[in-house]
């Protein structure tokens, strides 16, 4: 498929303090980086081992910011339970899904540093959730997820990405053919190579768990996971105009 596609996006910020009402500059660096990293423009594309070199793929998608949402609220923590999503709980409902992504970012606590929905599921909880500090590059942002790809990798998800290691030992898949198996997640910033599976770890993937600045490609075969969700019966074909 030779088109871009263009996802619009709606921003729900729901904070408690005015560090989590991140600024409409932290936003804009966000959404920055999505474009960057979905059109294979991001800057560190060149830290790609040659291995991976001929696998790293232009997703050919990209985003522009249609509106910002913001809601003040007495909640400190949200976990990941999707009340956010309903104003009836005090977040923010979710704004024509069938059409626009729609990112909360609001404090989920600990348990993680966001969640996304899979295509197909339920329209008003549709989108993905991520912390103020681990949402963009600029502002209020907390190293070692302070490059925006957390949002990355959850609109990965969101796309119908699993993890790259598939959740699971060597024979758990991930359902792309591309991505070699791996055993597990990698954490931090591995030196390559790290072999599991027999196979070197493409741990530079952004649906591993490595530290923002170590992750830094999509495979062709994700790519056309991806894409696959935009296809005539796909879950996502309401995108497409
Ligand atoms: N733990 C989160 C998840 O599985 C996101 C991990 C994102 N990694 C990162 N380097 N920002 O959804
Ligand atoms: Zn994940
Ligand atoms: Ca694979």
């Known amino acids: 498929d030779l088109n871009t596609i263009s996802i619009p996006i709606i921003v729900h910020v729901i904070y408690n303090n005015e560090n989590e009402n991140i600024s409409d500059t932290q936003i804009k660096s966000q959404i920055d980086i999505l474009n960057q990293d979905f059109t294979k423009t991001n800057l560190d594309r060149d830290q790609v081992p040659q291995e991976f070199l001929p696998l790293a793929a232009n997703i050919q998608i990209n985003f522009n910011l249609e509106k910002v949402i913001r809601v003040s609220s007495e909640r400190t923590e949200w976990g990941t339970g999707d009340e956010m999503k309903f104003s009836s709980s005090g977040g923010s409902n979710v704004v024509t899904p069938q059409s626009h992504l729609n990112i909360w970012v609001c404090n989920i606590g600990e348990e ?13 909880t549709d989108g993905i959730v991520i912390s103020p500090q681990y949402f963009g590059s600029e502002g209020y942002v907390l190293s070692p997820f302070d490059r925006g790809r957390t949002a990355t990798h959850e609109v990965g998800h969101w796309l119908n990405l699993r993890h790259i290691w598939g959740d699971g030992r060597c024979m758990k898949d991930d359902y792309v053919d591309d991505t070699p198996s791996a055993d597990q997640p990698n954490y931090g910033c591995p030196e390559y190579p790290v072999l599991s599976c027999n196979t070197n770890d493409m741990s530079m993937n952004y649906m591993d768990y490595v530290d923002d600045t170590c992750m830094y490609m999509f495979s062709k075969g994700q790519k056309d996971r991806m894409r696959a969700v935009f296809a005539e019966g796909g879950p996502r074909q309401s995108f497409i105009k």
């Open 112 to 124: 993680a540093l966001g969640y996304a929905q899979f295509p197909g599921d339920n329209p008003l």
